[in-house]
């Protein structure tokens, strides 16, 4: 609530810090490359991680596509979670590597497949803060 008493209209906003939620266009997953070595980082980073540069970090839209590096199907988790999920880290194309859930597979082990090519896609979540701002998260879902 504004100091004026005035509670301001309910907004969307990424669940992670590094999805943007541009007032025009589209959401977005924002990373760092380093103009130094070329390494990407999912994020905003001042400095390069991988050579240490601290200049030439420079903010970039990351892709939205992707390969499956590692899962694990979950079985257990806080009440109120549905079961059994598919937990996955993926290597974004272009660079960057983030960890999230897998849709649309059934989580059976033998029908997922390392590598496999995913789609990073962007959706809103059903849950709602006490303000009433709805958050947007993303995750994965095989390319086809």
Do not use: W
């Amino acid at each position: 609530m504004s100091a004026a008493g005035v509670k301001p209209a309910p907004t969307t906003k990424g669940a992670v810090p590094f999805l943007k939620v541009p007032k025009d266009g589209e959401p977005y997953l924002a990373g760092s490359k380093c103009s130094k070595c070329g390494e990407v980082a999912v994020g905003t980073r001042e400095t390069c991680g991988k050579c240490g540069a601290r200049q030439g970090v420079e903010p970039i839209k990351l892709a939205s596509t992707g390969r499956l590096y590692n899962f694990t199907v979950v079985h257990r988790n806080f009440p109120g979670v549905p079961v059994p999920f598919i937990s996955a880290i993926v290597d974004v194309d272009g660079g960057g590597t983030l960890k999230g859930n897998l849709l649309g597979v059934e989580p059976d082990p033998a029908k997922i497949a390392f590598d496999m090519p995913v789609n990073i896609v962007i959706r809103p979540v059903p849950q709602k803060d006490k303000d009433g701002n709805s958050y947007l998260a993303y995750f994965f879902e095989p390319r086809t």
